[in-house]
């Protein structure tokens, strides 16, 4: 692994020197990001790059295009910078510098995804943005609470989709076919643009049908058996029965199918632009493979577990009225998800559905004000409302008669809601080329959870509530020390509000040895970040991003063991299971560096790579050791070669990700160290057998071509060695050797 990353380094070097030498302007301008790029996510309102003093990596459509993901989960792996899990094929958790889940703030068309349901440990909701609507994804590294409210403690996924325009009549259809190999999955796309000098319209609509995923034939470890799947668990004349993989390799129980639909109407009256935004996902089932590929003693433990439905839908309207240096917006939107998860222990008859429908309606008012050319005010007001209903239903499957069960969630209703005002400046003094921006929040939250009398748990009380207050704030510096040249640095403190998920969830995290049940009594996590950085670029020659970042996060919720009336442990599904509660009982420490280039080498031809490295631990109290943080990711990155030509590219790409000692996972099960092929070998030559999850290294190699008739055809060959490795902390196999082919006709 250090090698790896030592060669990256001297290539990063050595094309700075070959850039030297040709700087003739290339047929693709988005290999070197310009400084003057304009960003959506950094300060709600547009914002160019070099005024920002974060870290921000932009996933334009074009990428998106030439990457043919399955999912948005798969473009952010390929991009190196951020780290991804998953614990089934339909799935995707990404990763900011040691943040994961609730603690990632995702945000589209400048609304927050986030409900009160997104839990701690790993979650799917990206796979429900379709990668075809999208006009590019901007990734803000680092807490980001000022802007954006409560959960932004690692940063902030930004999805901006694409727009309408207005002028001469038009309508412009499209059409685009997509086959992966390795999981035998087809993904078709159609979509409808029009034009004219009133109304611009889009629409747009997505079919995947994902079979099941084979993995790569080549272990990673030494343990040459990891990760294969010789039995199966399938229904046999209405019977549970185990049966034998033809093809080990093939994970059975991975495919799923999808329809994403989309539309999104602009128009202007007088001085105010309107815009209707409506997207819809919807999956039939989505089956967790972590969990039905799990054995106890030879039996499965399993005979379903399914996520069915995962639906997400989003409308929204907005409005906007001003000139460009002076405007208001208004976002006014509701979102609605709604997820069963329908489990049934191995042989038994009885079906457990626990449904959860949650409705969140949010008010964004946003201000924009442009003094002259030096200052620049941003300021809004942000509302947010969570309803959330949770019901538990138990069905015999073979008499289909149904009773009430344990919801996930309090059985009788629970409700957040969030006011808060902020405001942030940007000055710049143009003669020394200084930007400094800083910003304040304040938010006010509640939180009331109702239980039933009959509520399975038998609980003490009837209702758990919660409210604070909570300020946040954010300073940074963007210097120019000569020309191409950038200093960064900031401080930011971020907050994120326990949520219905943390203080009212029953669920075992780890079958058997771990039970989650409600906690009434928590605070508000809190973080502060200081980011450090310099950006280096040369106009169409190289651009250079290095920095370093540590983040301090007090009043930590981690799984401590715990009670219920009186008992430490309870019956579960069976399995007499420990209790365990979310508490505040911890502060922790993230620290890490990232290394990131372009560079153009010779003529066409472009290497980029990335390099990040996360530390993180905590400490119970002033006086206890430090253990390892859960959601940890050893380093990782990605390094490629890129050759441009007159409407065509060729890639090669090496994604690579560094071993983990098993004493660095997480004691809280969220790592899932026992799906990992922690293997036995003397690391540090000291006589002794040191435990870790090897490294590994992807190669991929795509192309594409876009002909002036409207054609555009994309291949790929990924993972070219049918490596057989998988992701720290997930629960399936990567893919194996995959061609994947993209067929696109705009009319």
């Known amino acids: 692994m250090k090698k790896t990353i030592i060669y990256t380094a001297l290539l990063c070097l050595m094309g700075m020197v070959h850039a030297q030498v040709d700087t003739r302007k290339s ?35 074009k990428r998106l295009s030439e990457l043919q993901p399955a999912t948005l989960g798969d473009a952010l792996i ?34 927050r995804m986030n409900n009160a349901t997104y839990r701690a440990g790993h979650l799917q909701d990206i796979i429900t943005i379709d990668p075809f609507i999208l006009d590019r994804m901007e990734v803000n590294f680092g807490a980001g609470s000022t802007l954006y409210g409560s959960d932004a403690l690692g940063g902030v996924l930004y999805f901006k989709t694409k727009d309408p325009s207005l002028g001469e009549f038009s309508v412009k259809p499209t059409a685009t076919m997509r086959y ?56 046999v004349n209405g019977r549970d029965t185990v049966l034998v993989n033809a093809d080990p390799h093939v994970q059975k129980g991975t495919g799923y ?60 309207y907005t409005a906007r009225v001003g000139a460009e240096k002076h405007h208001t917006r208004l976002v006014l939107a509701q979102q609605s998800t709604a997820v069963s998860r329908v489990t049934r222990n191995f042989g038994s008859l009885v079906e457990r559905t626990q449904r959860d429908d949650v409705t969140m309606r949010t008010v964004n008012l946003d201000r924009h004000d442009a ?32 009773t009430t069960t344990k919801a996930r969630y309090s059985d009788s209703g629970a409700n957040t809601q969030m006011h808060s005002v902020f405001a942030q400046g940007i000055y710049r003094i143009d003669k020394t080329g200084t930007v400094i921006q800083g910003g304040v929040r304040v938010s006010s939250y509640a939180l009331e959870a109702l239980f039933s009398k009959a509520n399975p748990w038998k609980l003490p009380y009837s209702s758990i509530s919660f409210a604070s207050t909570t300020p946040s704030y954010d300073l940074g510096l963007t210097q120019q020390l000569r020309k191409g040249l950038l200093l960064k640095a900031s401080v930011n403190q971020a907050y994120r509000n326990p949520n219905v998920d943390d203080m009212t969830k029953v669920f075992d995290s780890k079958p058997g040895a771990k039970l989650l049940v409600p906690s009434a009594d928590l605070k508000a996590e809190q973080s502060r970040t200081i980011d450090m950085g310099v950006l280096w670029r040369k106009d169409r020659a190289f651009a250079l991003e290095a920095g370093v970042f540590g983040s301090a996060v007090k009043n930590l919720l981690l799984d401590q063991p715990g009670s219920l009336n009186g008992a430490d442990s309870l019956m579960y599904d069976g ?26 080498l010779v003529r066409e031809l472009w290497f ?63 790592d899932n160290q026992d799906k990992q092929p922690i293997g036995l070998v003397d690391v540090n030559g000291d006589g002794k057998a040191d435990g870790f999850n090897p490294a590994w290294q992807c190669w991929n190699i795509r192309g594409g071509y876009q002909h002036r008739s409207g054609l555009s055809v994309s291949m790929a060959m990924e993972n070219l060695l049918d490596l057989h490795y998988r992701y720290f902390a997930s629960g399936v196999s990567t893919a194996g050797r995959s061609m994947n082919v993209s067929l696109m006709y705009s009319f």
């Open 78 to 111: 390929n991009t190196g910078q951020v780290f991804v899990q998953k614990s089934q094929m339909g799935g995707s958790s990404p990763v900011l510098r040691g943040f994961e889940a609730s603690r990632v703030l995702m945000v589209i068309d400048g609304v």
């Open 575 to 600: 399995r007499l299971t420990p209790v365990y509660q979310l508490k505040n009982v911890a502060v922790g420490h993230i620290s890490g560096l990232y290394l990131n280039a372009k560079v153009r």
């Open 180 to 235: 992966l190999s390795a999981s035998n999955s087809v993904i078709g796309n159609v979509g409808l643009k029009v034009q004219s000098k009133k109304v611009g319209l889009l629409l747009s609509a997505t079919r995947s049908q994902f079979g099941d995923l084979r993995s790569g034939s080549k272990n990673y470890s030494d343990w040459d058996t990891f990760g294969l799947l010789p039995r199966y668990v399938g229904r």
């Open 371 to 402: 003094f002259g050319k030096s200052f620049v005010l941003n300021s809004g007001i942000e509302m947010v409302w969570n309803a959330v209903n949770s019901v538990g239903i138990n069905k015999n499957i073979s008499t289909l008669a149904e």
């Open 608 to 670: 980029s790579g990335s390099v990040t490295q996360t530390k993180g631990v905590y400490q119970l109290n002033d006086a206890a050791a430090e253990q390892p943080l859960d959601h940890i990711p050893p380093v990782y990155g990605q390094a490629s070669l890129r050759w441009n030509g007159d409407g065509w590219f060729v890639e090669g790409q090496c994604l690579f990700n560094g071993r983990k000692r098993a004493e660095d996972y997480s004691s809280s099960g969220e």
């Open 257 to 316: 199918s999808q329809t994403d639909l989309f539309a999104k109407l602009f128009a202007k009256t007088g001085k105010v632009e309107h815009l209707l935004n409506w997207q819809q996902s919807m999956s039939d089932l989505v089956p967790r493979y972590d969990r039905m590929s799990q054995f106890s003693n030879g039996k499965p433990v399993y005979g379903r577990w399914d996520y069915a439905p995962q639906n997400r839908s989003f409308l929204s």
């Open 27 to 61: 047929t693709d301008t988005t290999d070197v990001e310009s400084f003057e790029e304009v960003l959506v996510s950094s300060q709600r309102f547009q914002q160019r790059r070099k005024e920002t003093p974060r870290q921000i990596e932009v996933v334009s459509a």
